[in-house]
Every structure is written in structure tokens, then in C-alpha cells.
């Protein structure tokens, strides 16, 4: 599954590539749109942590981040410091989270720990 964020409307576009089964396929399928929640937009990072199986997004103009559920289901969200966040990944339990280079010379920080979703618990912070 490849998951890819739409930036103006916010919902997260959901396709099927054969890059770990085939190596001469190049068939890319589309499965489904999940739908931004509550109308943010501005999706601007997806990590996707398989053993968690939770997607995680920031959304850069609401400065959030969010654990979503592959079916769209919010799981917690998470205000974020700063502003124009554009990278994000995770190391551990540990989030690095990158900043456009246009708003603060594109700087990466360290969040540690952050332990994200164990469990799927719907919470908002």
C-alpha cells in the first residue's frame, strides 16, 4: 500500500504498488480517498508505522499531527510547535519533524521519547 496526501484538500489517497511483490509489474491501482477529518487541510508529511498499523500525519496551516487508522479513523491528535511543518519520520521513540525552509532556514527537530499509538484509543490532545 502507498499512501500520498492531497495538500489542498487534506484527504490522504490510497494505492496498491507491486514494489514488493513484482519486479517487472508497474501497475499502480488506486484502493481509496480517506477523507479529511473535521476540514483541515494542508496535509503536508505521512510516516506509515506498519507494526502499529497507524498511519501518522501533519497538517502544516493547523501546525498538527494526527494517527489515523488505514479506514480514517482518527485515532489521537497532537498540536504541534512552530509552524510549516513539511517532513516527518520516526526512529525508535523518537520523532523527527522538519520545518520549510522558507520559515526557519528548514530545520529538523528532535522530539524524543515519543511513543505515539500503542493501542487504538481515540483521544484528542
Known sequence: ???TGLQNTGDILVF???IVSSTT???VTYIKTIASHNGVRDISALHYNAEQ???YATYDDANLLRAIKPDG???REWHLPGKDQE???FK???MYLSKDFGSKGGDVFYYKPFFGIDQPIVTTD
Open 73 to 75: 479513523t482518527v485515532l
Open 1 to 3: 500500500m502507498f499512501f
Open 87 to 89: 517532513g516527518l519520520t
Open 25 to 27: 509489474s508497474t501497475e
Open 53 to 55: 498499523g497507524v498511519l
Open 92 to 94: 525508535e521513540d523518537a
Open 16 to 18: 496498491r504498488l507491486p
